[in-house]
Every structure is written in C-alpha cells, then in structure tokens.
Antibody
Framework: EVQLVESGGGLVQPGGSLRLSCAASGFTFSSYDMHWVRQATGKGLEWVSAIGTAGDTYYPGSVKGRFTISRENAKNSLYLQMNSLRAGDTAVYYC?????????????WGQGTMVTVSS | SSELTQDPAVSVALGQTVRITCQGDSLRSYYASWYQQKPGQAPVLVIYGKNNRPSGIPDRFSGSSSGNTASLTITGAQAEDEADYYCNSRDSSGNHLPVVFGGGTKLTVL
C-alpha cells in the first residue's frame, strides 16, 4: 500500500524548533518530488516547502530562512526542520507526493501532524 | 509567487451540476490540480492536468481551463461530494516545484 505517515508534531514555545518526519512506503521514494503543506485550523492549504529528486529545495517567503526540507532516500524519509517558530506556524502539517508527470499534482498525502506554537 | 482566487462557498441541489472556479495569472501557463477535503481528513486529488482523474475518482468530476480560469465541474452532485475544494498550480517563479493554493471553496449539497 502506498502510504505517507507524518510524525514529530507537538507543542513548542515561540522561537523554538521542531523536526517533522514523513515515512514513505509502497513506492520508490527516491523517484518522487516531495512537499510539505500546512493548514491552520479552519483555514486553507498553504504550501510550505518542496524537494526534488535531485535534492533541490524550494520555499515560500513565509518560511524561507526558518524551515529546511530534506530527504533521506535510504530510509524512505522526508523531513522538515522548523526553527524560529511563531504562533502563525501553528497548523496541521501534511507531507505529500508530487505526481511524476505533473509537478503540482499531489497524488498521495499523509494524515498530518499537528504543530502548536504557544507559550 | 502568484495568487489563486476561489469563491468561498458554492451550493448545488442534489443531482444537479456545479462548477467551482479558480482564477490566477499562473493558470494562463499551467494547469490547475483540484483537491477534495472532508472534515478531519487529508486532501484527496480529484483532477490534474488537462482533465485527468486519479484511479477511484468518479467520472462525475471533470476539469477545464480557459484563459486565467480553471474550473472543476461536478455533474450530478451527490451528498458525499459536500466538502472543501482547493485548486493549486505552479507559481510564477519559473521553477518546476513551487506551487500556490487557492483559498478553497466550501461546497454544500442541498
């Protein structure tokens, strides 16, 4: 079964750090672009970061310089290192797989992990 | 980056046809993908590319595009189609991976 399972969410104080993980199974992880997408409670989806098969990384302005996406193909794992966290980063964080033929088609999603930034 | 604009809410009578739209400059160059999200669940891809449905998505879902507007059409809406729908597309950076999402449309089936 093709599956993504996130972990690592939790409660962190403003200014703190957290590392999210996403375990992939059922497909050749190294052959796919991967993404992190977040959703604040009651709000829409927000793209957070992407990493290509060659290790190229991309971020929107809202997290650039604070978040770092990485992958470890030998472990079929995706990561998101989040530093200098703010209240506005509070959200459910999803990892998602990019479709082979269409870069903005996210065909597999994890169930999400909740990150709460609060004192 | 670029922006994608969606109507916040749309309603449709059971069995009727509804169109959900997504507007943005990037859609002049790139196709939109569409996602369905039900409460407490992760999003599910329903349409991508010119008009492609992933395996398991009913054929009542279809996609189209014209100019700066992409549309998701549900022909013969069912009660189980009540959900939030999001579009996304590549942003205007010129890189192939960064994307932008629309704000979402809440579909109510009456």
């Amino acid at each position: 079964e093709v599956q993504l399972v996130e972990s690592g969410g939790g409660l962190v104080q403003p200014g703190g750090s957290l590392r999210l993980s996403c375990a992939a199974s059922g497909f050749t992880f190294s052959s796919y672009d991967m993404h992190w997408v977040r959703q604040a409670t009651g709000k829409g989806l927000e793209w957070v970061s992407a990493i290509g098969t060659a290790g190229d990384t991309y971020y929107p302005g809202s997290v650039k310089g604070r978040f770092t996406i990485s992958r470890e193909n030998a472990k079929n794992s995706l990561y998101l290192q989040m530093n200098s966290l703010r209240a506005g980063d509070t959200a459910v964080y999803y990892c998602a797989r990019g479709d082979h033929g269409d870069p903005n088609a996210f065909d597999i999603w994890g169930q999400g992990t909740m990150v709460t930034v609060s004192s | 980056s670029s922006e994608l604009t969606q109507d916040p809410a749309v309603s449709v009578a059971l069995g009727q046809t509804v169109r959900i739209t997504c507007q943005g400059d990037s859609l002049r160059s790139y196709y939109a993908s569409w996602y369905q999200q039900k409460p407490g669940q992760a999003p599910v891809l329903v349409i991508y590319g010119k008009n492609n449905r992933p395996s398991g998505i009913p054929d009542r879902f279809s996609g189209s595009s014209s100019g700066n507007t992409a549309s998701l059409t549900i022909t013969g809406a069912q009660a189980e189609d009540e959900a939030d729908y999001y579009c996304n597309s590549r942003d205007s950076s010129g890189n192939h991976l960064p994307v932008v999402f629309g704000g979402g449309t809440k579909l109510t089936v009456l």
